[in-house]
């Protein structure tokens, strides 16, 4: 990417799009920032001109923020999505129209920079794409969100859970179980596609029925019969397969 990034900031509150405004234009990803004040008006700007993302409100008047995020999957070359909200529950359809991130209201520096920097591997991402074999071969690295909504036991609902502080998920036929520091929770997704997602982020399957957080790990413990049990920060002992020991092991001492 030769120059810093195009951002978009859409919010129908003047003091919270002035805050957003204010901490992109001072970030040294960010070459050039416009504002929008609803919905409307940021399709304007989007027929104008080229935007890397949109820092986009998800409750706005009349065109909500979620309503216009579904109506830039059908540009043919859509800028990314980072919503912001004051409501962490409101940011669950996030996931559905494929938002990059979510940003909860007041908006600190160091979330900012995290969101900044999924749009920046988008956008590498992106070109390397349009680059294809005749690329410089570069490997495209493009992150999800390190937040996962999950069914929420107390009043049915959703709740979003940073990856960070989950432990461990466990298979649960269709559904997998999430132990997290705040609690457990089921979430819709099978093991193995989990598997898939969470890979990039230090989780490992040590076995049929459990996908470990290696950084919540502190000990892997060998049995006698060639299997372990993998000791975690809150001395949760998950078994780990035979076949899966010495790569582990590996994984844990590089």
Same mark, same amino acid.
């Given at each position: 990417?030769?120059?810093?990034?195009?951002?978009?900031?859409?919010d129908?509150?003047?003091r919270?799009?002035?805050?957003?405004?204010?901490?992109?234009e001072?970030?040294?990803?960010?070459?050039?920032?416009?504002?929008?004040?609803?919905?409307?008006?940021?399709?304007?700007?989007?027929?104008?001109?080229?935007?890397?993302?949109?820092?986009?409100?998800?409750?706005?008047?009349?065109?909500?923020?979620?309503?216009?995020?579904?109506?830039?999957?059908?540009?043919?070359?859509p800028?990314?999505?980072v919503?912001?909200?004051?409501?962490?529950?409101?940011?669950?359809?996030?996931?559905?129209?494929?938002?990059?991130?979510?940003?909860?209201?007041?908006?600190?520096?160091?979330?900012?920079?995290?969101?900044?920097?999924?749009?920046?591997?988008?956008?590498?991402?992106?070109?390397?794409?349009?680059?294809?074999?005749?690329?410089?071969?570069?490997?495209?690295?493009?992150?999800?969100?390190?937040?996962?909504?999950?069914?929420?036991?107390?009043?049915?609902g959703?709740?979003?859970?940073?990856?960070?502080?989950?432990?461990?998920?466990?298979?649960?036929?269709?559904?997998?179980?999430?132990?997290?520091?705040?609690?457990?929770?089921?979430?819709?997704?099978?093991?193995?596609?989990?598997?898939? *997602?969470?890979?990039?982020?230090?989780? @490992? $399957?040590?076995?049929? +029925?459990? =996908?470990?957080?290696?950084? /919540? %790990?502190?000990?892997?413990?060998?049995?006698?019969?060639?299997?372990?049990?993998?000791?975690?920060? *809150?001395?949760?002992?998950?078994?780990? @397969? $035979?076949?899966?020991? +010495?790569? =582990?092991?590996?994984?844990? /001492? %590089?």
């Amino acid at each position: 990417m030769s120059s810093g990034l195009a951002i978009l900031a859409v919010d129908d509150e003047p003091r919270a799009l002035t805050d957003i405004k204010r901490l992109l234009e001072t970030s040294a990803s960010v070459e050039r920032v416009a504002t929008a004040t609803s919905a409307k008006e940021a399709l304007v700007y989007l027929s104008g001109g080229r935007y890397d993302a949109l820092f986009l409100d998800v409750a706005m008047p009349e065109i909500e923020g979620m309503a216009l995020a579904r109506l830039l999957r059908r540009f043919a070359d859509p800028p990314a999505v980072v919503f912001l909200t004051g409501h962490p529950d409101a940011a669950v359809e996030a996931f559905e129209v494929q938002a990059l991130d979510f940003l909860v209201k007041p908006v600190t520096r160091e979330r900012l920079e995290s969101a900044l920097t999924r749009v920046e591997q988008h956008v590498r991402g992106a070109e390397a794409a349009k680059a294809g074999p005749t690329g410089d071969g570069a490997e495209a690295t493009v992150t999800g969100p390190d937040v996962v909504a999950v069914d929420n036991p107390k009043g049915g609902g959703k709740r979003l859970v940073r990856l960070e502080t989950i432990s461990f998920a466990q298979a649960n036929g269709d559904y997998a179980r999430i132990v997290c520091d705040d609690g457990r929770f089921l979430l819709r997704t099978p093991l193995s596609q989990l598997e898939k *997602d969470w890979g990039a982020s230090g989780f @490992a $399957r040590v076995h049929r +029925a459990y =996908l470990v957080n290696l950084k /919540h %790990a502190v000990e892997l413990r060998a049995q006698l019969n060639g299997t372990a049990v993998l000791i975690m920060r *809150d001395d949760t002992e998950i078994p780990v @397969a $035979r076949r899966n020991v +010495a790569a =582990l092991r590996r994984r844990l /001492h %590089a």
